[in-house]
T-cell receptor, first 114, second 110 residues
Framework: DVKVTQSSRYLVKRTGEKVFLECVQDMDHENMFWYRQDPGLGLRLIYFSYDVKMKEKGDIPEGYSVSREKKERFSLILESASTNQTSMYLC?????????????FGSGTRLTVV | EDQVTQSPEALRLQEGESSSLNCSYTVSGLRGLFWYRQDPGKGPEFLFTLYSAGEEKEKERLKATLTKKESFLHITAPKPEDSATYLCAVQAKGDYKLSFGAGTTVTVRA
C-alpha cells in the first residue's frame, strides 16, 4: 500500500513563527499536493508539485510556500504564521497518468496558531 | 472554474435505513469523479472513481452512480460503522488537481 506520512499530527505555534509541515510518500509518485480543510469549506488546494523542484499555486497560496527537493518529500512552509491559518492540513500524492484511485492522503496535521 | 456542491450537509440515519447523498458538479471536461470517506481526525480514504455518465461502482453497502451533472452515493441498509464524512471531488481533463465538495457527514444510529 502507498503510504503518505505527515510528520506531525498536532502542532501549536505562535503568531509570527515560521512553520514547516513535512510530507513523505513511499511509492515514487509524481504529483504531490497540500490542502487545508476547514468546516463548511471542504478541502482547498494550497500548492501542488508535479515534479522535483516544480511547484504550482493552488486556489489559496497566500501566506504559504512549498519546497520539493526530492521526489518523495513535499514541505509546506508558513512564512509567518497567523491565527487564520489554524486548520487541518492534508498532504496527498498521486501517480501520473493513472488516476483511477485519485489521491492517497496522509493522516493530516492539525495546526493551531495562537 | 470547477465547482462541486454536496447535499445534504449532514444526514442522520437509523441502522438499516437506506439513503442517498448528492454531488452536483460543473467542470470543463470531466476526467473523473471521485468519492472518498473521511473518519474524524483522519485523512480521506479512496472509495470510487467514475469516468462517464451511466457508470456505477459498488463496494459493500455503498453504490456510486454518475450522470452528466451529478453523482449519487447510495447507502443501503447502513450500519453504525458507515458513519463518516463522505467527500466528492472532480478532476478536469488535462488537470492534475482534484476539486472537492464540502462533504456530507453521515451518522448512523444503532
Amino acid at each position: 500500500d502507498v503510504k503518505v506520512t505527515q510528520s506531525s499530527r498536532y502542532l501549536v505555534k505562535r503568531t509570527g513563527e515560521k512553520v514547516f509541515l513535512e510530507c513523505v510518500q513511499d511509492m515514487d509518485h509524481e504529483n504531490m499536493f497540500w490542502y487545508r480543510q476547514d468546516p463548511g469549506l471542504g478541502l482547498r488546494l494550497i500548492y501542488f508539485s508535479y515534479d522535483v523542484k516544480m511547484k504550482e499555486k493552488g486556489d489559496i497560496p497566500e501566506g504559504y510556500s512549498v519546497s520539493r527537493e526530492k521526489k518523495e518529500r513535499f514541505s509546506l512552509i508558513l512564512e509567518s504564521a497567523s491565527t487564520n491559518q489554524t486548520s487541518m492540513y492534508l498532504c496527498a500524492s498521486s501517480f501520473v497518468p493513472g488516476q483511477n484511485y485519485g489521491y492517497t492522503f496522509g493522516s493530516g496535521t492539525r495546526l493551531t496558531v495562537v | 472554474e470547477d465547482q462541486v456542491t454536496q447535499s445534504p450537509e449532514a444526514l442522520r440515519l437509523q441502522e438499516g435505513e437506506s439513503s442517498s447523498l448528492n454531488c452536483s458538479y460543473t467542470v470543463s471536461g470531466l476526467r473523473g469523479l471521485f468519492w472518498y470517506r473521511q473518519d474524524p481526525g483522519k485523512g480521506p480514504e479512496f472509495l470510487f472513481t467514475l469516468y462517464s455518465a451511466g457508470e456505477e461502482k459498488e463496494k459493500e453497502r455503498l453504490k456510486a452512480t454518475l450522470t452528466k451533472k451529478e453523482s449519487f452515493l447510495h447507502i443501503t441498509a447502513p450500519k453504525p460503522e458507515d458513519s463518516a464524512t463522505y467527500l466528492c471531488a472532480v478532476q478536469a481533463k488535462g488537470d492534475y488537481k482534484l476539486s472537492f465538495g464540502a462533504g456530507t457527514t453521515v451518522t448512523v444510529r444503532a
